[in-house]
């Protein structure tokens, strides 16, 4: 069983930046396939970047956002960048088979909020 815990969250301005961190515990995430996802109010949960055999970002980031890996310390980051006010959500941290299509373990969330 893998546990996540989701950080970084907060208030920024339109443009700004901030980093969410996903330290897990009970598996090494260099096994598994993770991905941080977002969901806004009123719409479902979706993938904004995953990490496994490749890396994934979905459009509405492009090159705003970053995911990266900290096998030392078995945590997950999301570098966000240029946040815009559509960034608003909760941003969740899950956790997978490596080469499969589903995710089996999730964080609790973090809530990121962008003022404009």
């Known amino acids: 069983q893998v546990q996540l815990v989701e950080s970084g969250g907060g208030l920024a301005q339109a443009g700004g930046s901030l980093r969410l961190s996903c330290a897990a515990s009970?598996?090494?995430?260099?096994?598994?396939?993770t991905a941080w996802f977002h969901q806004s109010p009123g719409k479902e949960r979706a993938v904004v970047a995953s990490?496994?055999?490749?890396?994934f970002y979905a459009d509405s980031v492009g090159a705003r956002f970053t995911i990266s890996r900290d096998n030392a310390k078995n945590t997950v980051y999301l570098q966000m960048n240029s946040l815009k006010p559509e960034d608003t959500g909760v941003y969740y941290c899950?956790?997978?088979?490596?080469?499969?299509?589903?995710?089996?373990?999730w964080g609790q969330g973090t809530q990121v909020t962008v003022s404009s």
């Open positions: 899950a956790v997978g088979a490596k080469y499969g299509s589903s995710y089996s373990f």
């Open positions: 009970g598996g090494a995430l260099i096994n598994y396939r």
């Open positions: 990490l496994g055999w490749r890396i």
